[in-house]
């Protein structure tokens, strides 16, 4: 992480509201949905409280829970934090964003930062990743090893967010090697399911595809088998060679501390923003890592030489001319989509072999 990150991101946090802070230390909530293992969604939320911490060491006092998933457990947790004195609390899953806004709205003295959402509202602020940029490149990872151009993803949910990881992998992948067609498609319906994440990565396996995508599912069962079955492995969040060393190909390496790190300056320094974050390669919040040792240099290459120009802000992945899965142009050529097209993502682009419920 380096220290141009801080500023960067305070720009994107947008005008502050008038919630200011002046005691010490400062007491945070901090919940995670499921269980913290050792890669993934909870791991990588959990890391970048880790992080917090360590900066500002005895200025902050934490409470984490975690393994509080969405529904009245969660509600109770949150209103029992801030009924115990918290001055904000970090929310970690998409679904405790209703309760959250309601919670903001009840205190006038809290501030409430949540994980993947689409709302923003008083006191009530939301972050994300800009996780499709690191997809767009383990796309182009995937082309390269895939001599049958055969790729199969597991998915979490039909969400934007999810959508736009898995329109980014395609692209990525096409930018390599034209002939990806017919990438398959298991959605789960669940961000943590250890036993239908590998059996859904056996199916896939056993359809041929070269190359396995595991979006979301918080686990690295998927990742493990296909270890097992000698088929190359794309992870989401974090890096997970460790549970693939002859087969991890690649990984989008989320960094979520430096996030944390300046919402909790802006509370502190009385300026905290009710607004949106969404921070990418540029911000230091995302990366590509773990890269198979099977990668040419002059493919490896490419595939960092692509990421410094998403830094550099001389590419975007989501620039036209881009076609949905049905033949019809979605984004016309040099039409870079904006961060409210990207967040609200709703078609799946040409080569994805899935529909989206009506």
Request: charged fraction near 15%; proline fraction near 5%; glycine fraction near 10%.
């Amino acid at each position: 992480m380096t220290q141009k990150t801080l500023p960067m991101l305070a720009a994107m946090i947008g005008l502050a509201t008038s919630y200011s802070y002046a005691d010490s230390p400062l007491n945070i909530g901090f919940i995670v949905p499921n269980p913290v293992g050792e890669v993934g969604w909870d791991h990588e939320l959990d890391r970048g409280r880790q992080m917090m911490e360590a900066h500002f060491g005895d200025q902050i006092s934490v409470t984490a829970v975690d393994s509080v998933g969405e529904g009245p457990d969660a509600t109770r947790m949150m209103n029992r934090m801030a009924a115990q004195g918290a001055d904000m609390i970090f929310l970690g899953s998409f679904g405790h964003m209703n309760d959250g806004i309601l919670l903001a709205k009840r205190n006038e003295n809290l501030a409430v930062i949540h994980a993947g959402g689409y709302l923003t509202g008083e006191r009530f602020a939301t972050y994300a990743p800009r996780h499709y940029q690191a997809s767009y490149l383990c796309g182009m990872a995937a082309g390269y090893v895939a001599e049958d151009a055969e790729l199969g993803i597991i998915a979490a949910f039909p969400l934007p967010e999810v959508i736009g990881m898995m329109n980014a992998y395609v692209l990525g992948a096409q930018s390599v090697n034209p002939a990806i067609n017919n990438v398959q498609v298991v959605w789960l319906n669940s961000w943590f399911d250890p036993a239908r994440n590998r059996s859904a990565a056996e199916a896939l396996i056993s359809g041929g595809v070269d190359v396995l995508y595991s979006l979301f599912p918080g686990t690295p069962a998927a990742i493990s088998a296909a270890e097992e079955n000698g088929v190359y492995a794309v992870a989401t969040l974090s890096d997970n060679s460790q549970f693939a060393p002859t087969k991890h190909l690649c990984a989008g390496q989320t960094h979520f501390g430096a996030i944390y790190i300046n919402y909790v300056n802006s509370v502190m320094n009385g300026n905290f923003a009710a607004g949106d974050t969404f921070a990418g390669i540029a911000e230091d919040a995302m990366e590509v890592a773990g890269l198979s040792p099977d990668l040419t240099d002059n493919q490896r290459n490419a595939i960092l030489a692509k990421q410094d120009e998403i830094r550099a802000g001389t590419f975007e992945p989501f620039t036209g001319p881009i076609t949905d899965n049905s033949g019809d142009e979605v984004v016309t050529r040099g039409v870079r989509l904006t961060i409210g097209d990207i967040k609200g993502m709703n078609f799946l682009v040409q080569g994805l072999d899935t529909t989206l419920p009506n």
